[in-house]
């Protein structure tokens, strides 16, 4: 019967985590280094530190809605980092996916859809 009841939690807790995900970002936001992404963030937004030739950090909240705020490295200089492709429809597309290890969520940005693995 206990294991019962741990199956079904766990049905629950994965539905109730998948219900309340977002599928896709509102939009894209270039910021320089010194202004505070804050507010993007909170319209759900992908934040690109730096300039468009340059990009240096990705930023957005992680779309499970677990509160995180995730920052993604976009400098050839450093590793691990991404690479962002900026599409002629105002989109974003992040290389490779992202996965959030203190939620654990795994997903990829395509043209600022959310696809979920």
């Known amino acids: 019967?206990?294991?019962?009841?741990?199956?079904?939690?766990?049905?629950?807790?994965?539905?109730?985590?998948?219900?309340?995900?977002?599928?896709n970002f509102t939009g894209v936001?270039?910021?320089?280094?010194?202004?505070?992404?804050?507010?993007?963030?909170?319209?759900?937004?992908?934040?690109?530190?730096?300039?468009?030739?340059?990009?240096?950090w990705l930023r957005f909240a992680c779309p499970c809605r677990c509160g995180e705020i995730i920052a993604l490295?976009?400098?050839?200089?450093f590793t691990p980092r991404w690479r962002v492709e900026i599409h002629p429809n105002k989109t974003v597309s992040v290389v490779p996916s992202v996965d959030v290890v203190s939620c654990q969520s795994h997903f990829w940005i395509r043209e600022n859809r959310i696809h979920w693995v």
């Open 1 to 23: 019967m206990t294991n019962w009841y741990k199956n079904t939690i766990g049905f629950i807790r994965n539905w109730w985590r998948q219900r309340r995900r977002y599928n």
């Open 29 to 56: 936001a270039f910021l320089e280094p010194h202004v505070d992404p804050a507010e993007e963030l909170h319209r759900r937004k992908l934040v690109i530190i730096g300039s468009r030739g340059n990009p240096k």
């Open 73 to 77: 490295n976009l400098m050839q200089s």
